[in-house]
């Protein structure tokens, strides 16, 4: 029997139903997912500062300075947390969602709204060099896709609120809600049409309020902008341009790389023991790179770079600006690799912010250069730190508008906006052609997973290859005589292909129809002639689990064949044919312009 609830809820579906529209009830969703997004980004904040705030007076600025142990101890928790509660593996954040969305019709489990609020406090809040804007993310995009499902909401929406949950998350935390909404459309690949700004902008709207009812008008940068742009420091920012496109493809060369390092540790522990180690012994020698680094940022832009590197073991040098600039270069190449080490070491947290952190520490590196070369040039240093973020956003990401309106409204104007599009287009130019995926979307992108903004590579992405795959072929074996197979198998099938497997069941051949046609009537022939004699290689092979959709398309296109065999584990699973292939993609099509 249905319970209270289960009649009202029901009541309340056919009800929308009625009186609702589906454009209208979209955009009341977005509003809700987009508040739901922003508060589950103030807990997300709160949580990780009230764990720092316990942790800071006792160990992080004692005299002691044992906060380099940290990062080992939240690890520990969130190895806990995942073994004996999560009990599954964590994925990254970004891409888990762009999987969903390609592959599962943005389904997302329950689980993952409460996960991200548990295990990115722990690592951030005990010192790992993580950002919190993933996990943000993620759960906000959680919770959008189960209110979409409880809701009944064709996949097409749900896709919609998913990407509307990251603009309110965006929006959130960075309070810059212009900018969350091309994030949305960048890194989920989402048209940027009527239909979907409209959502978008609601959605943004109500993560940015949501921060502002909870946090006032804290900002995470108190920055004013000093000193405006000038024509004559063009080459410089040219310069910056080309410098932060390099560390972006160091940075994900490094992500990757590191990754692949901890892979024969195949003991989360193991990971855990070593990555933790490693992660302490860069705190001590680099005391910025612990926890997310929005103080690192904030100090540079003030000028105060003593305060921005810490107590460090080089403190009897600091007079010397050649020992800060190289201890601020030293950050930027260890950025990457204190936030992978997290990482791999089973932490949970973004890419995002530990881009910034990195982008600000190049960008203030190269302007104390140009400033402390001896040639009589002088840049705006916290103008150089601001659009080093810009840089690493638009070359690490691949988003450039995003890096662009981002730090445009960090800044509150758009006094710096022609040096943030320089940097910004270089950067982006020169990493997007030495490597063609970000970080968000390598993987998929090899698994054939990937959404982008061309419709026929999404629809073929979005395509399964179970829902076309036929197996009502009658199959034959290679002994079996033709009397046999016409008896047995051509007089009751209603295909005029026929696979030919042997006892393991392994695919050796197919005959056709018109591969015996000239024979059907010969009767001397049905208990001389076997099926061996007839059949012929297919002309290619489908293989379950290896080929994409796009692959698939193309070997059809290729070989021009109407029915192509899929092989299972290396055996007979079925056909595809090209007409169901065509009417389910012209289907998928529909669905996906709609």
Same mark, same amino acid.
């Given at each position: 029997?249905?319970?209270?609830?289960? #009649?009202?809820?029901?009541?309340?579906?056919?009800?929308?139903?009625?009186?609702?529209?589906? /454009?209208?009830?979209?955009?009341?969703?977005?509003?809700?997912?987009?508040?739901?997004?922003?508060?589950? %980004?103030?807990?997300?904040?709160?949580?990780?500062?009230?764990?720092?705030?316990?942790?800071?007076?006792?160990?992080?600025?004692?005299?002691?300075?044992?906060?380099?142990?940290?990062?080992?101890?939240?690890?520990?928790?969130?190895?806990?947390?995942?073994?004996?509660?999560?009990?599954?593996?964590?994925?990254?954040?970004?891409?888990?969602?762009?999987?969903?969305?390609?592959?599962?019709?943005?389904?997302?489990?329950?689980?993952?709204?409460?996960?991200?609020?548990?295990?990115?406090?722990?690592?951030?809040?005990?010192?790992?060099?993580?950002?919190?804007?993933?996990?943000?993310?993620?759960?906000?995009?959680?919770?959008?896709?189960?209110?979409?499902?409880?809701?009944?909401?064709?996949?097409?929406?749900?896709?919609?609120?998913?990407?509307?949950? %990251?603009?309110?998350?965006?929006? %959130?935390? @960075?309070? %810059?809600?212009?900018?969350?909404?091309?994030?949305?459309?960048?890194?989920?690949?989402?048209?940027?049409?009527?239909?979907?700004?409209?959502?978008?902008?609601?959605?943004?709207?109500?993560?940015?309020?949501?921060?502002?009812?909870?946090?006032?008008?804290?900002?995470?940068?108190? @920055?004013?902008?000093?000193?405006? +742009?000038?024509?004559?420091?063009?080459?410089?920012?040219?310069?910056?341009?080309?410098?932060?496109?390099?560390?972006?493809?160091?940075?994900?060369?490094?992500?990757?790389?590191?990754? #692949?390092? @901890?892979?024969?540790? #195949?003991?989360? /522990?193991?990971? !855990?023991?070593?990555?933790?180690?490693?992660?302490?012994?860069?705190?001590?020698?680099?005391?910025?790179?612990?926890?997310?680094?929005?103080?690192?940022?904030?100090?540079?832009?003030? $000028?105060?770079?003593?305060?921005?590197?810490?107590?460090?073991?080089?403190?009897?040098?600091?007079?010397?600006?050649?020992?800060?600039?190289?201890?601020?270069?030293?950050?930027?190449?260890? /950025?990457?690799?204190?936030?992978?080490?997290?990482?791999?070491?089973?932490?949970?947290?973004?890419?995002?912010?530990?881009?910034?952190?990195?982008?600000?520490?190049?960008?203030?590196?190269?302007?104390?250069?140009?400033?402390?070369?001896?040639?009589?040039?002088?840049?705006?240093?916290?103008? @150089?730190?601001?659009?080093?973020?810009?840089?690493?956003?638009?070359?690490?990401?691949?988003?450039?508008?995003?890096?662009?309106?981002?730090?445009?409204?960090?800044?509150?104007?758009?006094?710096?906006?022609?040096?943030?599009?320089?940097?910004?287009?270089?950067?982006?130019?020169?990493?997007?052609?030495?490597?063609?995926?970000?970080?968000?979307?390598?993987?998929?992108?090899?698994?054939?997973?990937?959404?982008?903004?061309?419709?026929?590579?999404?629809?073929?992405?979005?395509? *399964?290859?179970?829902?076309?795959?036929?197996?009502?072929?009658?199959?034959?074996?290679?002994?079996?005589?033709?009397?046999?197979?016409?008896?047995?198998?051509?007089? #009751?099938?209603?295909?005029?292909?026929?696979?030919?497997?042997?006892?393991?069941?392994?695919?050796? $051949?197919?005959?056709?129809?018109?591969?015996?046609?000239?024979?059907?009537?010969?009767?001397?022939?049905?208990?001389?002639?076997?099926?061996?004699?007839?059949?012929?290689?297919?002309?290619?092979?489908?293989?379950?689990?290896?080929?994409?959709? *796009?692959?698939?398309?193309?070997?059809?296109?290729?070989?021009?064949?109407?029915?192509?065999?899929?092989?299972?584990?290396?055996?007979?699973? $079925?056909?595809?044919?090209?007409?169901? !292939?065509?009417?389910?993609?012209?289907?998928?099509?529909?669905? +996906?312009?709609?």
């Amino acid at each position: 029997m249905p319970t209270l609830a289960q #009649k009202l809820f029901s009541k309340f579906i056919k009800w929308r139903y009625k009186n609702i529209s589906n /454009k209208t009830f979209t955009h009341i969703m977005a509003v809700a997912v987009g508040l739901l997004a922003g508060l589950a %980004s103030v807990v997300l904040k709160n949580l990780t500062f009230f764990i720092q705030s316990s942790l800071a007076e006792g160990i992080v600025f004692s005299s002691n300075q044992l906060y380099f142990v940290l990062p080992i101890i939240g690890l520990t928790l969130v190895y806990l947390y995942v073994k004996f509660v999560h009990r599954e593996k964590l994925e990254h954040a970004v891409s888990s969602i762009l999987f969903s969305l390609s592959k599962k019709k943005g389904v997302i489990p329950l689980k993952k709204i409460y996960t991200p609020l548990i295990t990115a406090p722990l690592t951030v809040g005990f010192g790992g060099s993580v950002g919190l804007l993933g996990p943000a993310v993620a759960s906000g995009s959680a919770i959008s896709s189960n209110l979409a499902t409880a809701l009944h909401l064709n996949p097409k929406t749900r896709s919609l609120l998913i990407a509307c949950a %990251s603009a309110g998350a965006v929006a %959130s935390i @960075f309070q %810059s809600p212009i900018a969350a909404i091309i994030f949305a459309v960048e890194v989920f690949s989402i048209d940027f049409t009527m239909l979907s700004v409209m959502p978008l902008l609601l959605a943004s709207i109500s993560g940015v309020l949501t921060s502002y009812f909870f946090l006032g008008n804290e900002v995470l940068f108190d @920055f004013s902008l000093a000193d405006n +742009f000038q024509v004559k420091d063009t080459l410089f920012y040219v310069l910056l341009g080309v410098g932060t496109a390099f560390a972006s493809i160091y940075f994900t060369k490094m992500y990757f790389g590191i990754l #692949k390092l @901890f892979e024969p540790l #195949k003991s989360p /522990k193991y990971r !855990l023991l070593v990555g933790g180690l490693a992660i302490g012994i860069m705190l001590y020698f680099i005391p910025p790179l612990y926890g997310e680094g929005f103080g690192f940022i904030n100090n540079l832009l003030e $000028g105060n770079h003593l305060s921005a590197l810490g107590a460090t073991p080089f403190d009897d040098y600091l007079s010397n600006i050649w020992v800060v600039i190289a201890l601020l270069f030293g950050l930027t190449v260890f /950025k990457a690799i204190a936030m992978t080490t997290t990482f791999a070491a089973g932490g949970a947290g973004g890419i995002f912010i530990p881009t910034m952190v990195m982008g600000s520490a190049l960008g203030n590196v190269v302007a104390k250069v140009i400033n402390n070369i001896g040639l009589g040039f002088a840049v705006s240093e916290s103008n @150089f730190t601001l659009i080093g973020m810009a840089g690493l956003i638009a070359g690490v990401l691949h988003a450039p508008l995003t890096a662009i309106f981002l730090i445009a409204e960090i800044t509150g104007g758009y006094e710096l906006f022609v040096p943030l599009m320089i940097t910004a287009a270089i950067s982006y130019l020169i990493t997007k052609n030495a490597i063609k995926h970000n970080i968000y979307t390598r993987e998929l992108a090899k698994q054939g997973a990937l959404l982008t903004h061309d419709k026929d590579e999404n629809v073929l992405t979005i395509m *399964q290859l179970d829902d076309v795959i036929e197996q009502n072929f009658k199959t034959v074996t290679p002994t079996m005589f033709l009397g046999e197979m016409l008896h047995e198998s051509v007089s #009751k099938s209603t295909r005029n292909l026929f696979p030919v497997i042997n006892e393991q069941e392994v695919l050796v $051949g197919v005959v056709l129809l018109d591969d015996i046609r000239e024979f059907m009537f010969e009767t001397d022939l049905y208990r001389t002639t076997t099926v061996s004699t007839f059949m012929h290689a297919p002309p290619e092979y489908i293989f379950y689990g290896t080929d994409t959709m *796009q692959q698939i398309m193309k070997k059809f296109q290729n070989t021009g064949a109407w029915n192509l065999p899929v092989i299972k584990n290396g055996k007979y699973y $079925g056909f595809v044919s090209k007409s169901k !292939l065509l009417t389910a993609y012209r289907r998928e099509l529909i669905n +996906f312009t709609n």
